[in-house]
């Protein structure tokens, strides 16, 4: 069974641009979460959607947001990069998303310049 | 308020030995806790998990204790090997929906 799949691996950005991730999570997997991990602050919970529709929410501005597509793939989108943005993004998918343990992707290494 | 703490950024340990690895919570609310490794370049993996109804779980050399009225847990690795070397994070979910609350991380090294 193939993991989570996240694309790109590595992205230079320049402040003022914008962003989008994709993941596609596990087969089977209807759940898709989304993590932040800067260094020394562990793992930001971003957002996580299920059958299309975003179910919880984290504390990020606006300019942070994602969709969910009918095959349940994702994708985040972070608009107005700023220098703070450069992070590891995760992707983590899950049968039902709840009480249950993620299966995460390697992530999208993004770096803003 | 980081309600999941690891005050240990690293731990250095001969292999062979055993490595303790530490998690402190501010939430009483937390009924369920999770364990991750990360390798560099790669993204986390579930190792291990307690429930709160539970003091103690096991699984092969990797033993998760909980101390609910210390709001404490803890990883025991036995024996520790080389290929433990990594990045482990405790976590907790909150507000439901695959929100997990994760520690900063306890860098891990395993000596020979």
């Known amino acids: 069974k193939a993991g989570v799949t996240q694309t790109p691996r590595y992205l230079i950005k320049t402040r003022g641009q914008q962003v989008t991730l994709s993941c596609s999570p596990i087969s089977g997997h209807r759940s898709v979460s989304w993590y932040q991990q800067t260094p020394g602050q562990g793992l930001q919970f971003l957002f996580e959607y299920f059958s299309e529709t975003q179910r919880n929410k984290g504390n990020f501005p606006g300019r942070f947001s994602g969709r969910q597509f009918s095959n349940s793939r994702s994708e985040m989108n972070v608009s107005t990069l700023e220098l703070g943005d450069s992070a590891l993004y995760l992707c983590?998918?899950?049968?039902?998303?709840?009480?249950?343990?993620?299966?995460f992707g390697s992530g999208t290494q993004l770096s803003v310049l | 308020d980081q309600q999941v703490k690891q005050n240990s950024p690293s731990l250095s340990v001969q292999e062979g030995r055993i490595s303790i690895l530490n998690c402190d919570y501010t939430?009483?609310?937390?009924?369920?806790f999770l364990w991750y490794k990360k390798y560099p370049a790669e993204g986390p993996t579930f190792l291990i998990s307690i429930s709160s109804i539970k003091d103690k779980n096991e699984d092969g050399r990797f033993t998760v204790f909980l101390n609910k009225s210390a709001k404490h847990l803890s990883l025991h690795i036995v024996p520790s090997q080389p290929g433990d070397s990594a990045v482990y994070f405790c976590?907790?979910?909150?507000?439901?929906?695959?929100?997990?609350?994760f520690g900063a991380g306890t860098r891990l090294a395993v000596h020979p």
């Open positions: 939430n009483s609310m937390f009924d369920y």
């Open positions: 976590a907790a979910p909150s507000g439901g929906y695959n929100k997990l609350i």
């Open positions: 983590a998918s899950s049968l039902r998303g709840r009480d249950e343990k993620l299966f």
